[in-house]
């Protein structure tokens, strides 16, 4: 499995230490550029991408994401992001099926 990352270049520097190689981008037509070339790339099986590049792609990862082809795209936040509070099963369920599961008396 081959990973690549396209973020800030500090979060780049990050994940270099860990053995994944990255592109460090500065605005959206890098981005779209580094995106572009790790789909391309038949031996990234999943591409990490921070969330800024994430808002920047938004139409391109949603395309890519409804197509179900290789890689993978995962998002991660970078040095600056404000935490993010993470959803609990119970609110995935509810925002994918539009229901709400309670539990009964």
Same mark, same amino acid.
């Given at each position: 499995?081959?990973? !690549? ?5 500090? @979060?780049? $520097?990050?994940y270099?230490? =860990?053995?994944?190689?990255?592109? &460090?981008?500065?605005?959206? +037509?890098? *981005?779209?550029? =580094?995106?572009r070339?790790a789909?391309?790339? *038949?031996?990234?099986?999943? $591409?990490i ?13 949603? &395309?890519? !994401?409804?197509?179900?082809?290789a890689?993978?795209?995962? +998002?991660v936040?970078?040095?600056?992001? @404000?935490?993010?509070? !993470? ?7 509810? +925002?994918?099926?539009?229901? !709400?599961? @309670?539990? =009964?008396?």
């Open positions: 499995m081959s990973y !690549r990352i396209i973020g800030d270049q500090d @979060t780049i $520097l990050g270099a230490f =860990a053995g994944v190689p990255g592109v &460090a981008v500065d605005g959206e +037509e890098q *981005a779209r550029a =580094a995106f070339s789909l391309a790339d *038949a031996g990234v099986s999943m $591409l991408v921070t969330r800024r590049v994430a808002s920047l792609l938004s139409d391109e990862i949603a &395309a890519h !994401r409804v197509a179900c082809q890689p993978f795209v995962v +998002e936040g970078d040095l600056w992001d @404000t935490p993010v509070k !993470r959803r609990t099963l119970e609110e995935l369920i509810q +925002e994918a099926v539009g229901i !709400r599961i @309670t539990k =009964a008396d």
